[in-house]
C-alpha cells in the first residue's frame, strides 16, 4: 500500500533550526511535495524535490533520498508565523499525490 | 505561481439543501482538478480527481450521487453537495494540477460549508 509517515506534532523556539522527517512508501514515484498549511486555511506549496540531493530556497530547504524512501523540510530562524502544519506529500505513478496527516509545528518565543 | 480561486469561501445551508462550489484556475489551463474534504484537526482526503470532458473518479466511500462534480472546460470544475446533511459539514478545497509545473497542485483558499 501508500503510506506516509511523519511526527504528529513538534516543539521549537523562535530563531532556531527545525527538521521535519518524512518516509514514505508509493506505487511509482514522480516527485515530493512539501505544503505547508495555517489553520483553517488551504495548503500553500513550499518545495518539490524529484532528484536526490537537497533543494535549498531561502528560510526553507527540502532533502530527498529516493532509494531510503526519505525526505526532510528544515526550517532555519524559526517566526512565529511559521506555526502550522506540515505536509510531506509524495507523487505516485499516476501523478496523484499521497496525503498523511502532516506535522504541526509550535514555534514558542 | 498559478492562482485558483474558488467561490463560495463559506457557505450556510439548511439540511436537505444543495450547495455548489466552484473551483476556476485563473491563469492556467487545468487538464485535472482534484477535490478535497478536511475535518478538524484531520489530513487532506482527496474525494474525487476531475478530468475536463469525462466523468469524475471518485475515491471509494465518495457518493457520486451526493457529491455531483462537473469539469465543463480546461478552467472550471464544480462540486456540487447534494441533500445536504450536518455531517457533510466540512472545509472543501479544490486543487488544480499543472503539468508545465511538474504536475504541482495549486490549492484553492477553500469553502467552509456548515449544514444546520
Known amino acids: 500500500g501508500q503510506n506516509i509517515d511523519q511526527p504528529t506534532e513538534m516543539t521549537a523556539t523562535e530563531g532556531a533550526i527545525v527538521q521535519i522527517n518524512c518516509t514514505y512508501q508509493t506505487s511509482g514515484f514522480n516527485g515530493l511535495f512539501w505544503y505547508q498549511q495555517h489553520a483553517g486555511e488551504a495548503p500553500t506549496f513550499l518545495s518539490y524535490n524529484v532528484l536526490d540531493g537537497l533543494e535549498e530556497k531561502g528560510r526553507f530547504s527540502s532533502f530527498l533520498s529516493r532509494s531510503k524512501g526519505y525526505s526532510y523540510l528544515l526550517l532555519k530562524e524559526l517566526q512565529m508565523k511559521d506555526s502550522a502544519s506540515y505536509l510531506c506529500a509524495p507523487m505516485d505513478s499516476n501523478y496523484q499525490l499521497i496525503w498523511g496527516a502532516g506535522t504541526k509545528l509550535i514555534i514558542k518565543p | 505561481g498559478a492562482v485558483v480561486s474558488q467561490h463560495p469561501s463559506r457557505v450556510i445551508c439548511k439540511s436537505g439543501t444543495s450547495v455548489k462550489i466552484e473551483c476556476r484556475s485563473l491563469d492556467f489551463q487545468a487538464t485535472t482538478m482534484f477535490w478535497y474534504r478536511q475535518f478538524p484537526k484531520q489530513s487532506l482526503m482527496l474525494m474525487a480527481t476531475s478530468n475536463e470532458g469525462s466523468k469524475a473518479t471518485y475515491e471509494q466511500g465518495v457518493e457520486k450521487d451526493k457529491f455531483l462534480i462537473n469539469h465543463a472546460s480546461l478552467t472550471l470544475s464544480t462540486l456540487t453537495v447534494t441533500s445536504a446533511h450536518p455531517e457533510d459539514s466540512s472545509f472543501y478545497i479544490c486543487?488544480?494540477?499543472?503539468?508545465?509545473?511538474?504536475?504541482?497542485?495549486?490549492f484553492g483558499p477553500g469553502t467552509r460549508l456548515t449544514v444546520l
Open positions: 486543487s488544480a494540477r499543472w503539468a508545465a509545473e511538474n504536475n504541482e497542485q495549486f
